[in-house]
DNA sequence: TGTTACATGTAAGTCGTTACATGATTAC
DNA sequence: GTAATCATGTAACGACTTACATGTAACA
């Protein structure tokens, strides 16, 4: 259940829409947790009615025939993330289906095995740069979001806040590492095993 | 819907009863996909009724009063599970609890966030362990799932087997290690933070 | 006699995905 | 005018978790 939690901690920072938290999730600094949309406005409706977070409903457009709605954290909201924060998480538990399969490449033809491994390759090497970039980002303090969060916060704090992040940010970066030297391993071994 | 594939993959190796297929699950070699034992025994049933597997009833005990259903890939499981191998896994999004905790451990004390980072470093630490363990076992081929499955294939394909598998359990203990890394720069982390 | 391991399930509920649906606004 | 982006949802389905439920067998 760390839906919730994911969008009660963004909220933090400041007022946003579904739709914006929803940006956030998929493209920008908080890819350590995935939503997809309906999932974020149906658990934006469910904060809402908990009295977790407050709606504040706003015109769009010079007409303003359309609203959106910017979502802000409740004083509740806000007890509930700490509490949140307070509690040792378990690990979560591996499901990983692509680590799955490759246990069971030699069912596969080298040429599959090859594109699994390629894709594999460059999906991680495009996650290492976002990590890296962001890592960048947060020592400068140039993201949006740190602008935001910093002001809000006593000065005291800045270097912590700061400091896990991007604790988070670089093992995301060393993940990413991690996985880009497994595929390409695992290139190095398709060709060997077929040369044999 | 890997879960399916991961059992026929099991399955592969000889028949297996849900309860020993729980078990392999859990604590054994294949822990690269979790799945609980309802899980497990719905989609055996799933599997049944769409001929992907057999079962055969069995009785347990020497007055037999208990019996036990032990699975075994048919035909048609045995070509599902090579089409699986066959197509290219798109990459699983992150959704990974800790790290999302720890982009906001400012909001927690010291010794809840080092509480955190202990039970991260030990987790994987036993994690490690095991993997290397496992590969150890592989490379010495002394697990009887990979005798079973040795025993079944050609002489050739020995060598793809092995190495498909150990390259998955290094790649596996290359995370715990990464994971092991970061719990323990996370702890020294904190120490430095409240120093300050 | 009691505990652990073996063995198999159901049921209720939550979480997550995919497809469907709608309409305003902005930039070309 | 038309395409992309902004913005918000519903509905159906599938995946996963947790609690409940039952009984045999092995061992001390």
Redesign the interface.
Known sequence: M?LR??LL?ML?AGAMTGYELAKTFDQSA?????ATHPQIYTELRKLEREKLVAAREEPRGPQGKATKRAYTLTEAGYEE??R???T??????????????????????PD?VR??FA??LA??TEQLRRWEWHVEQLRSRGTDLMQRRLAE?PES?H???V???V??YE??A??AR?EV??AE??LA?VDR?EQ?
Chains 1, 2 share one sequence.
């Open positions: 760390s939690h994911a901690a933090d908080n890819r350590v947790w995935h993330l700490s949140w924060v307070s040792v998480e378990e690990p979560t538990l591996p499901r990983d289906a692509t680590y799955l399969k490759a246990t069971y490449f030699e069912y596969a033809s599959i594109e699994q894709t594999h999906y991680h916060a704090r270097a912590a806040i400091a896990y992040k604790h988070v093992g995301m060393e993940r991690a030297a497994w391993r695992g071994l095993l044999d």
